[in-house]
């Protein structure tokens, strides 16, 4: 296996921030390579830096001769005088492309509904994104650089392309490196992570759950080794303060040792972290649905009769196909819009928290700074039993102090992102709804929300094309296909199905009757019933998760005890034999839950 690409001492630096330092990695023949980090630490810079369209201020970046390279950006050249078919082949004769089977399959895909003759600039900012993408896999490359090739696409379409770039070259050949937030695709495509950050790129083996298992263990080590130092630390400098007069004759590298554990002291990690805040009190009514249609003027219907029951307490992810509905059906449930006919009641007490896709909320307050933002709120709220301020908040989000002067216009779309969540959050709703929340967000600020999302005590429904982040913080998921809405008990995969089963996009399951509810219910449960059995269920699935590797660290820890000390190795014994009767039980009680919910 030999390199494709090679970067040498390489280093860059954007005014008031240096991203990479003297950073040497190569790229070889077979390697399907993932970059995460933090917004702003320079992934899109190494990318960018790899494919020779931005040359570094330091070091050397080779390719091997003869090889060629793609490279998606996130933002695409296109003319927009240029017919579509020109912009993805250029000048190549429609023959050439046209007789290839499977350049065939790539055009449908991605660009089947559009026009190969109309303007480039008369289309849309996904439809541009699709024929950029498409510009890239219908052409032979030895390596490929993707950044955010998910943007814009929906989950049977990121589905397609995952499969397309796992058998885009046999083993062994080509090289894929991809930046995204997405990380069920990093899964499913990569073999190889790089996490950029302070200035460094640090390999990985594995895909994205390996990556997080291995940094992990990494950090905990990292942590033990930290404290080992700090001690010795201690001990230096309660050396050096032993008086002015005993330090002049204290021997020269004793200072300097001390010393230089001083200045190795490494940069801290931004601590990104919130915990849940105070919510308004709900009542026993949130949403009901009750024949709902909806059409734009002189158009079909988007929404098509649509009956559904949501519930206090009910987490619900809203899956469908780009241009499907979603966001309308969203307007409709809140009472931003009013349907064509049928009724939505929503509850007396409900008070709705909603972050739409475009972030309407900052959408007006482009010449406001942060802090003017954030002083619209009360000025301390209870979080973890303190009282923190809006900027403190803030700052647990990962925003810097000096970052709260700049204007919401010069916010790169993360940072827009964290604020308009917080800010949603500030309002204290009882009900979140949130139209793909993970949009500009890196993985540990994805990583942040979830685990925010995780300890929502209110109503959630969620839309999103992030399969990760759908199937993490909502404990059901529904699909709207042709302007129905239909449960999915299996989640995506289950969604995928149906869109690819034969005779197109099925119709929505009739609602239960009685109730409104589209949900199905289980033979012999009430709605109230099955509810109260699933908020179980929900409650043993997120234990078993949390506990899931308390088994092997109780073995560790027995097996570090001192083999001589039969106190203790009983003890550590008597732990691990009752967290495994714990979770034995757990199990058991989920396989009962399952099996009564129709699940299993």
């Excluded at 003869?66 to 050249?77: K, M, P, R, W």
Aim: hydrophobic share 40%.
């Amino acid at each position: 296996m030999g390199i494709l690409i090679g970067l040498e001492r390489v280093g860059h630096e954007w005014p008031g921030k240096c991203v990479l330092d003297d950073q040497t990695i190569g790229i070889n023949e077979g390697e399907r390579i993932g970059i995460v980090g933090r917004n702003g630490d320079g992934k899109s810079t190494l990318l960018e830096i790899v494919g020779h369209v931005l040359e570094p201020d330091a070091g050397t970046v080779t390719w091997r001769r003869g090889i060629t390279v793609g490279y998606l950006g996130q933002a695409d050249e296109l003319d927009d005088g240029d017919p579509v078919r020109r912009a993805i082949f250029g000048d190549v004769p429609e023959y050439t492309w046209a007789s290839d089977a499977r350049i065939r399959a790539i055009l449908d895909e991605l660009v089947g509904d559009l026009d190969l003759d109309g303007l480039v600039g008369e289309l849309s900012g996904g439809q541009r994104r699709r024929v950029d993408l498409c510009r890239v896999l219908c052409h032979t490359w030895d390596v490929v650089l993707m950044d955010e090739p998910t943007n814009h696409l929906d989950l049977a379409a990121i589905e397609w392309l995952a499969d397309h770039l796992r058998r885009r070259w046999p083993a062994g050949e080509g090289a894929l490196l991809v930046v995204t937030h997405d990380r069920w695709f990093l899964d499913e495509v990569c073999e190889h992570m790089w996490e950029v950050h302070d200035r460094r790129i640090e390999p990985f083996e594995g895909g994205y759950s390996a990556y997080v298992q291995q940094r992990v263990e990494r950090e905990r080590q990292a942590a033990v080794m930290e404290e080992r130092r700090q001690n010795t630390l201690r001990k230096e400098l309660n050396w050096l303060a032993h008086g002015a007069k005993a330090r002049t004759s204290k021997p020269k590298f004793r200072v300097e040792a001390a010393r230089a554990l001083i200045a190795d002291d490494p940069p801290l990690r931004n601590p990104l972290e919130l915990k849940r805040l105070a919510v308004s009190r709900l009542g026993k009514q949130v949403i009901e649905m009750k024949d709902v249609s909806f059409a734009y003027a002189h158009g079909p219907r988007v929404i098509d009769d649509v009956s559904w029951l949501i519930g206090p307490g009910d987490r619900y992810g809203i899956l469908g196909a780009n241009g499907a509905g979603k966001s309308t059906l969203l307007a409709l449930m809140t009472g931003a819009l009013t349907p064509t006919s049928g009724t939505v009641k929503i509850g007396a007490s409900v008070r709705f928290g909603f972050m739409s896709q475009h972030l309407d909320a900052l959408g007006e307050k482009d010449d406001w700074r942060v802090l003017e933002v954030l002083g619209r709120y009360k000025r301390s709220y209870l979080v973890g039993g303190k009282l923190q301020s809006p900027t403190q908040l803030i700052e647990r989000l990962g925003f810097e102090q000096r970052e709260l002067q700049n204007f919401i216009r010069d916010l790169s779309g993360g940072q827009r992102r964290r604020l308009a969540l917080l800010c949603v959050i500030l309002e204290e709703p009882n009900v979140l709804v949130l139209d793909e929340p993970g949009n500009d967000l890196d993985t540990d600020m994805l990583a942040v929300m979830e685990d925010l999302l995780d300890s929502w005590p209110g109503t959630l429904l969620v839309v999103s094309h992030d399969r990760y982040l759908m199937e993490r913080v909502t404990d059901d998921q529904f699909a709207l296909i042709d302007g129905h809405v239909r449960h999915v008990p299996g989640g995506v995969d289950e969604y995928l199905r149906l869109l690819g089963e034969k005779g197109g996009e099925p119709r929505a399951e009739t609602a239960a009757q009685g109730d409104g509810s589209s949900r199905p219910a289980s033979a012999g449960l009430s709605n109230q019933e099955r509810r109260e059995l699933k908020k179980r269920f929900d409650a043993v699935s997120r234990k078993l998760d949390k506990t899931a590797g308390e088994p092997d660290r109780l073995r560790a820890d027995m097996a570090a005890v001192d083999a001589s000390d039969y106190a203790a190795l009983m003890a550590a014994q008597e732990a691990l034999d009752a967290c495994l009767a714990e979770r034995e039980a757990l199990e058991d009680e989920w396989l009962d839950l399952s099996e009564k919910l129709g699940i299993a």
